[in-house]
């Protein structure tokens, strides 16, 4: 799964077969006519709708109708994560998202690139792992293969290209530590 090269035949071809392109034009016009018209309040439809396409989301899950989620089947949501308004999640690889764990309003979570190196470009998927009571802020991004460690907590705008450690709070772009988080009271 992690950098697994999905080649192409030629420069700039298609990296997905028919099958996987009819079902995501499936999902997409499922969720725009079914799930993005809902008002905020109906989470459980919306899970119901995620677990029908092959996400696995635990309980107590919300996520916002206006959310773009490229492939369910890519991912997987603990107990209690949020998936805030207008979040972009290019799960062309696995995302996890942690119970408790909140991805705020307009962020993006891409999980794949490209090898520059190959002359095909083929795509990389690199798999995004959101460990348990981490936050990624409003229009924060998490670029491919990084895994945000539990009660980690990435600022607005913020962009993690690389793994973010544990109890720690980062900013800026590439992000940086600021201070330490107090993990007391999600244990109490």
């Given amino acids: 799964m992690t950098d697994a090269p999905i080649t192409p035949t030629r420069r700039h071809g298609a990296s997905f077969n028919r099958r996987n392109k009819l079902k995501r034009v499936l ?22 709708i995620l677990r029908a396409f092959g996400a696995r989301i635990g309980r107590d899950v919300r996520v916002y109708g206006n959310c773009r989620i490229w492939h369910p089947r890519n991912l997987t949501m603990e107990d209690g994560a949020v998936m805030g308004r207008g979040v972009l999640c290019y799960n062309q690889g696995h995302v996890t998202i942690g119970r408790d764990a909140v991805v705020s309003q307009d962020a993006t979570l891409c999980a794949s690139t490209h090898d520059v190196n190959d002359p095909l470009f083929p795509l990389l998927l690199r798999p995004i792992v959101i460990e348990a009571y981490v936050w990624i802020a409003a229009e924060a991004f998490v670029g491919p293969g990084v895994t945000v460690s539990e009660g980690a907590v990435l600022s607005a705008r913020g962009v993690a290209m690389r793994d973010l450690g544990p109890w720690t709070v980062f900013s800026g772009n590439p992000a940086q530590p600021l201070r330490p988080r107090d993990p007391r009271p999600f244990y109490d």
Avoid: G
């Fill in 27 to 48: 999902w997409s016009i499922s969720w725009l006519f079914l799930a993005r018209p809902t008002p905020p309040p109906l989470y459980a439809w919306r899970r119901w």
